[in-house]
């Protein structure tokens, strides 16, 4: 018998409309693509991307369409979501920092129609439009002033202007497809998770949760996590729904940057990866700077080494955040809540409700909550994918339903999980697991280090054993031997790597995480 409640499909275009209504006034603020400081709120975002979902359908632009946006978050990008996904098209948000040909394929295989791209991206357009025949149509997210010489495609506020925002909008069946982010493709071709109403709703019901990001209308939330990466993190669906601040950083995503907006904007959480963070603090650091309104941060994306979670926490009693997810998991997987700061968070936290996991052996069997036994994570979730986009066929679930993570970690009694690594990046040396990140978050903790990587390289006798390779701050000099007496006493012995090498710069992939397989290529590792 079914219950006798209103019906109300959970689709994404309620969080905007809840903003405009209730939050209306609330500021959206943006460093804009074309230089300053742009001001707009809750009830001009909903406006605009209402007359932008009008436009798409003048265009033929209908359900299930992909539209692509080729953005840095920005206002106009942030109504482009809502412009697409509330008319039930499909907003598909590429990553930038992709190399052309894999930009291509992803193109090509998502078949999208429309293309909305930051006028900074006019080059990479011009070289992906020839090979990709299913885009009909691109318009530049700029004003006419700004619009790149040659531009092969209008502007978006001409393209948007002198229409009233009346058009079908909403009222869609929530498991209708919203939004489509490919994983960068570490391990063969891109993936496409293809985001419903349904999952995206519920995964920002949870990411609100006071022990996941506990936003709230009283937030001014900078969001240094790009709207092309897992999804934002979910944060385009959860600042609107609670009526939060929106500060949006556009391209400029340097330490002084980053901390000038926190300062003028009264930001009080922001998100992103822990090379921002890094970078943030060597810029405090250097200028003897501190954040006074910034009260938490949430790192994600890759781990957190110790000694950033601790200099944030000891130096400046901003809260971090530890978290882990995925493009998979829209991406929302585990938080570290610290609930004393003398104990910094290196786990990577616990599942909020909605959300579970396990860890299995190479064979599948079940392995101890003990905090000490390494296993294959898997999960499941109302916001975990089952399949990719167009490849239908291949269930991407165990037996039991869950997903494999391809990460590899331990989980406590108490139910903390700690990414040990992934599992092609895990060490295995003599029949034993190292685990490459422990090793990095202690070599990073040396006052010289700015980044710091560790891949397996091959030996004849172990197997495998782990290379460190640093990059040092600017203007510091050190030998291998400073670091490996470093280490001793940090990690166990055997762990120790036979090898350090001190490179210029350690090369970070299309998310900002230090990029492994860049690395094993130029440095010779299996
Ligand atoms: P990509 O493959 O492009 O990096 P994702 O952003 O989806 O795509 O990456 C997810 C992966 O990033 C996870 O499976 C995990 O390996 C890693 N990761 C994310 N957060 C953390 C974290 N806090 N600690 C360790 N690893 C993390």
Not at 147 to 162: F, N, S, V
Not at 483 to 492: K, N, Q, T, V, W
Not at 499 to 505: C, P, S
């Amino acid at each position: 018998m079914p219950g006798l409640m209103q019906d109300w499909p959970l689709t994404l275009d309620r969080f905007l409309e809840h903003a405009q209504r209730w939050h209306g006034a609330r500021e959206v603020v943006t460093r804009s693509i074309e230089g300053p400081i742009v001001r707009s709120d809750y009830a001009t975002i909903h406006r605009r991307a209402r007359q932008l979902s009008q436009a798409l359908l003048e265009a033929g632009i209908g359900y299930e369409d992909r539209v692509a946006t080729l953005g840095f978050n920005t206002a106009r990008h942030l109504e482009a979501w809502y412009g697409i996904m509330g008319i039930g098209a499909v907003c598909h948000t590429l990553n930038p920092r992709l190399p052309a040909a894999q930009l291509e394929y992803i193109v090509n295989h998502a078949a999208d129609r429309l293309l909305l791209a930051d006028p900074c991206f006019a080059p990479l357009v011009a070289q992906l439009r020839p090979r990709c025949p299913s885009v009909e149509r691109v318009v530049y997210l700029t004003d006419a002033a700004h619009l790149p010489a040659g531009a092969d495609g209008p502007d978006y506020e001409d393209w948007i202007a002198g229409r009233s925002g009346e058009c079908r909008w909403g009222d869609l069946p929530e498991e209708t497809a919203a939004g489509l982010c490919y994983t960068s493709g570490t391990t063969g071709d891109p993936k496409g998770v293809l985001y419903s109403h349904r999952s995206n709703y519920l995964h920002t019901l949870t990411a609100m949760l006071p022990d996941a990001l506990n936003l709230s209308s009283s937030d001014s939330v900078l969001a240094i996590v790009p709207m092309f990466h897992a999804n934002a993190w979910g944060l385009a669906f959860a600042v609107p729904a609670v009526g939060a601040k929106f500060v949006l950083p556009g391209a400029r995503l340097d330490g002084a940057s980053i901390f000038e907006l926190m300062e003028t904007e009264g930001v009080t959480l922001s998100a992103g990866v822990p090379t921002v963070w890094q970078g943030l603090l060597q810029y405090l650091d250097k200028e003897k700077l501190r954040p006074t309104t910034l009260k938490r941060i949430v790192s994600g994306g890759a781990a957190c080494p110790e000694a950033l979670l601790r200099a944030y926490q000891e130096k400046f009693g901003i809260e971090v955040r530890h978290a882990w997810g995925m493009t998979e998991m829209s991406p929302l997987g585990t938080v570290n809540v610290p609930r004393d700061l003398t104990m910094p968070p290196v786990a990577q936290g616990r599942v909020p409700f909605g959300i579970d996991m396990a860890l299995a052996d190479d064979e599948g069997r079940s392995v101890p909550h003990d905090g000490r036994t390494f296993g294959h994570l898997k999960v499941r979730g109302c916001a975990v994918a089952r399949r990719y986009f167009r490849r239908e066929q291949e269930s991407l679930l165990d037996a039991d339903g869950y997903f494999d993570t391809g990460d590899v970690a331990t989980i406590d009694p108490g139910g903390m999980m700690q990414i040990t690594d992934r599992a092609k990046d895990v060490i295995k040396s003599g029949g034993e697991w190292i685990s490459s990140i422990e090793i990095e978050n202690a070599a990073v903790a040396h006052p010289k280090a700015a980044l710091a990587a560790v891949i397996g390289v091959p030996h004849v006798k172990w197997g495998e054993r782990p290379l460190l390779i640093v990059q040092l701050k600017p203007g510091e000099s050190a030998t291998a031997q400073d670091f490996l007496d470093f280490l001793a006493g940090r990690i166990a012995r055997w762990w120790i790597p036979d090898a350090v090498q001190f490179v210029e710069a350690i090369p970070l992939g299309a998310t900002g995480k230090i990029d492994k397989k860049q690395l094993r290529a130029a440095l010779g590792g299996g």
